[in-house]
């Protein structure tokens, strides 16, 4: 029994929730399954060895002269980030895109995570005229990763997609925009893109769309950019990065292989920058000097732009290539199977049509053999109190993995989802 109380925000905080519930139990099986383990259900980076061979030149790079590293690690920068950093970021949107901004629309986080906790709770949740304002999300499923973040229950409400089948095995989500509403209480509208799991992308048309029923409703629109263009461009579709003074987008430098620096950056008007300051100020002082200053010199002189073009997004195209050859090999074609439109981003997402278990107790049978994926329920928070079976229908799994591990994989996949279908016949 607990020997203290909590607050509400203590019991929000801490309570069950999608996303820590995976990361202890993907954490556990590891350490369980040790080297037999197949995981195919976290997002972290591939190791690519010519950008692993980049961060280490430049760490040697920081190292000497020792001046250098020296204040990274032991001088604190202003909780909105390193200001010459600052001013090279909007340097390079003002020059390879045109935007207007200043040093002044910049603000660092300690990773994209923190920075959506931020902004989800600095604009959405109970007013001071009681009313309760909420982050519409307008195609589902979306990020885990959001679903807890709220101080105050409730914060997010959500749109069920328009589904394009393609082929025999393909499908698409776009938002259905006859059945998007933006009312008073919505605070704001958040979309990833490439989305995390499914790994679609929005099209301009729908980005320009939301961008002007925000702008009129004024409100921000929020661009979840972690996988995006310009950088990392773990995206396989061409696409207008856009930013508009309504508009607040994010960027990661975790998806260019550096997940541990933990930076995250806002590009946002100049108020909202002002206010995440201040929140980082409250809450952790100040931000993590290192990722910055490795990438530094790559976004000023432009170097990032190759590698994400040259080096990542080719990395990962092949990787996704490959793992839908796997599916379309051993998932058997007179089963009612899909895959969503590979995209962008790490995973495949994958819809088991009148499925007769839960995505659930299909991640637990498999779970049982050593592998390890994600469950599609916990992507579709918000709807919640909708009937939806496509909730329980879908997986995610990452194509990060060595190929022979994910052929491994899409061979036990293929047998218990041939299981589960002939059981129910």
Not at 198 to 220: C, F, H, M, Y
Request: negative net charge; contains cysteine; hydrophobic residues 40%.
């Amino acid at each position: 029994m607990s020997s203290y109380q909590k607050s509400a925000f203590g019991e929000q905080i801490t309570g069950q929730s999608g996303i820590r519930e995976l990361m202890l139990d993907l954490g556990e099986a590891r350490a369980m399954a040790g080297d037999d383990a197949i995981m195919m259900g976290g997002g972290n980076p591939a190791h690519i060895p010519e950008v692993q061979q980049l961060w280490r030149e430049r760490l040697q790079q920081l190292i000497d002269p020792p001046a250098e590293i020296d204040s990274i690690l032991a001088d604190y920068d202003g909780p909105a980030g390193n200001p010459a950093f600052l001013r090279i970021i909007a340097a390079f949107f003002q020059r390879e895109f045109g935007w207007q901004i200043s040093e002044k629309n910049v603000a660092i986080t300690n990773g994209g995570q923190t920075a959506f906790f931020f902004l989800n709770n600095l604009l959405a949740g109970r007013r001071k005229d009681g009313k309760q304002a909420h982050i519409l999300l307008p195609l589902m499923p979306e990020y885990i990763g959001y679903a807890d973040q709220g101080i105050q229950a409730d914060l997010f409400v959500a749109n069920r997609p328009k589904i394009e089948l393609i082929g025999e095995h393909q499908f698409k989500y776009h938002i259905d925009f006859d059945t998007l509403e933006i009312t008073d209480q919505t605070a704001a509208v958040c979309v990833s893109r490439p989305t995390n799991p499914s790994s679609n992308v929005l099209t301009n048309d729908e980005i320009a769309k939301l961008s002007q029923l925000t702008r009129e409703a004024g409100i921000p629109l929020i661009i979840d950019n972690a996988y995006g263009a310009p950088f990392p461009g773990v995206i396989f579709t061409d696409v207008d990065p856009l930013w508009d003074e309504h508009i607040i987008l994010t960027l990661s430098l975790s998806k260019l292989g550096l997940p541990g620096t933990r930076t995250g950056i806002v590009i946002a008007q100049s108020d909202i920058i002002e206010d995440l300051s201040s929140m980082t100020a409250i809450i952790g002082l100040a931000n993590n000097n290192l990722g910055q200053a490795i990438v530094k010199p790559m976004i000023e002189s432009g170097e990032i732009l190759n590698i994400s073009s040259q080096l990542i997004r080719p990395y990962y195209q092949q990787k996704s290539q490959h793992a839908q050859q796997l599916l379309n090999q051993y998932l058997p074609d007179e089963l009612p199977w899909r895959s969503h439109k590979s995209e962008g981003a790490f995973f495949l997402w994958i819809w088991f049509e009148n499925l007769p278990i839960t995505s659930k107790e299909l991640y637990r049978r498999l779970k049982e053999r050593k592998v390890f994926i994600i469950p599609g329920e916990y992507f579709f928070f918000g709807l919640e109190t909708e009937n939806w079976p496509h909730n329980h229908e879908c997986i995610r799994l990452s194509f990060t993995q060595p190929a022979e591990v994910l052929e491994k994989g899409m061979q036990i996949l293929s047998e218990e989802i041939q299981r589960a279908y002939e059981k129910s016949c």
